[in-house]
C-alpha cells in the first residue's frame, strides 16, 4: 500500500457562533468524512488532532494533544472566530492543571510554531461580528493579534459568515499539493484570488439588470437589488458561480442582497446592511454606481 504522509491540524474556536465548522461539515465533495478519514489528495492526508464541535474527546484529555512547546514547526493552525482581546477571560478555550487557556494566549503560542496559518471565517480572518461596534470583549482578527506580539507566520485568509466549504476544502488541498500559496496567488488582504478574485457584481446575473436600470425599490421585487442594500459591487467572491449547498442556489438567487460577508468592512461599513451601499465610506467600488 502506497505510503501515506499526515499533516497535522490543530482547530481552534475563539470568538465565533461555530457556524464555519457547521458549513464545513455540510462539504459535499470531498464530504467531511472523506476529509477527516480519507487522504484530501492522494499520499497526504490531514490529520485534525483538535476541534472542539466534531471531536469525541473533552477536557484535559482532549488539551492533551494540542502540540506542546517542543513540538517543530509541523502542524497548520486553523482558527476560527476573533481573538478577543479587552480581557482574556472573554474566552477561554479550556483549563489545565488548574490554569486557566485564554484563546489570546493559546492562538499566539500556536501560532509562533505553526507552519503556516489559516484563518477561517471573516471573524478570524477580520475582526467579523465580534469585533462590530461598540466591540465590548476587544475583538480583534488574529493577523492584527500576531502583528502587536511581534509573531511571523503565514496567514492565509478564507472569510465569509460563514465560508463556503469548497473555499477551505479547495484551499488545504492546494497547500498539500502545491505548498502554500505565492504572495501573487493572495489578494492585499490575505484571500486566494481563485476563490475571491472578482466581485460578485461582475459575476451576477442580474447585472443585466443594473446595468438596465431596473432596480428592485423594495425586497422581494424582480431586479437588481442595489438599491435594497445589494454590496455586490464591493464584494469579492464567487458565489455566482461556485452557488452554496451544493450548486442549489445562492443569496442574490434566493432573492436577498449579497451583505458582503467576506469582506474587511462587514459588517460596520457596509451597514444597514439591507439599505443602499454608503459609497462614500467605501473604498473599492467596482461599477458605476446608480443614484
Ligand atoms: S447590485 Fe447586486 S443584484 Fe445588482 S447586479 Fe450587482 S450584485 Fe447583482
Ligand atoms: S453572496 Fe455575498 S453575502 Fe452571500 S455568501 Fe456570497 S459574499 Fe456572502
Known sequence: MAEVREFPAVWLQGGSCSGCVVSLLNAVSPNIRQLLVDPVVPGRHVSLLFQPTVMAGSGEVALSVLPGEEAARGFI?????????????????????????????????LASRALAVVCVGTCSSFGGIPAAAPNPTGSKSLKTVLAERGISVPV????????????????????????????????????????YGRTIHEQCPRRPDFDAGKLAKKQGDAGCLYHVGCKGPVTYADCPTRMWNSGVNWCVGANGPCIGCVEPSFPDLLSPLYEKICEERLPRLACTTRS
Open 77 to 109: 493552525l486553523v482558527v476560527e472566530g476573533s481573538i478577543p482581546t479587552a480581557s482574556p477571560h472573554y474566552c477561554m478555550i479550556g483549563e489545565t492543571g488548574g490554569q486557566e487557556l485564554s484563546m489570546l494566549d493559546k492562538a499566539c503560542e
Open 156 to 195: 492565509v485568509c478564507i472569510p465569509g459568515c460563514p465560508p463556503h466549504p469548497d473555499w477551505f476544502v479547495h484551499t488545504v488541498a492546494n497547500v498539500l499539493l502545491n505548498g502554500l500559496p505565492a504572495a501573487d496567488a493572495l489578494d492585499d488582504v490575505g484571500r486566494p484570488l481563485e476563490f
